[in-house]
């Protein structure tokens, strides 16, 4: 039976990130983790739950508290283990319906890796958060899904990286990431056959990147689509669909 976990959202949901959790060096502020509700000031504020009538939709809140001591963590995550791609025979592991969550360590390190990327205009510091080739392979009831992840998504993924560092400006080190925002209502379980898919996943659209410059001015990236794999949240449109 699919696990079904109540969307506690009042809103969008922002997620925050730790400055702990960027690696030495000269790298971008990030702020400190957590998720909250994109209506509300405080740090600390409840969101109210509500369930979605159609299909499960993935757990996209916690309070900032409970979730501040993450990050620290998180920099030294394995991340081509959370979750595990292959089985001890070699072969991909299948899908679960497990619910991603935007308060996952991993996914937050992942988030941290496509803002740096972008900062540095340098898309192969995001790949570890985007859309695994061996699970493409599963997912899409397709000719050569390895081949149309080579030649179309990551490519598309290094375009848009490379797009959204020119609009940072010429002093991209100056911007603070502030979080990831989704609106619970595109979190969405897609079926067996929907989309070219030949398993299932969860997906969200049109997630919003939010930054901010050193006076305090707030700016967003659009982050187009986010799909699940064995319970983890991961990019496959950082820009657009194409």
Known sequence: ???????????????LLAASSCDGGAAP??????????ASASAHASAAAATASAAPSAAA??????AAAAPSASASIDLSKEPELVGPDGKTLPQTKDEPSLDSPAFKRRLDLVWRAIVANDAT?????FFPVEAYEVVKDI??????????LIKNFHRDVKGYHKELGPEPQ?????????DPARVKWIEPGKEGNKVGYYRVTRGKLRFKDPSGAEKKLELTSLISWRGEWFIVHLHGFK
Do not use: F, N, Y
């Open 174 to 182: 100056a911007l603070e990431l502030v979080g990831l925002e989704i």
């Open 1 to 15: 039976m699919l696990k079904r976990r109540s969307t506690q959202a009042l809103g969008s949901v922002l997620l």
């Open 143 to 152: 000719e050569k899904p390895r081949a149309d992840w080579k030649s179309r």
């Open 29 to 38: 502020s990030v702020p400190s983790g957590g998720v909250a509700s994109g």
């Open 61 to 66: 809140s916690a309070s900032a508290s409970s």
């Open 125 to 129: 510091l995001a790949e570890p958060a």
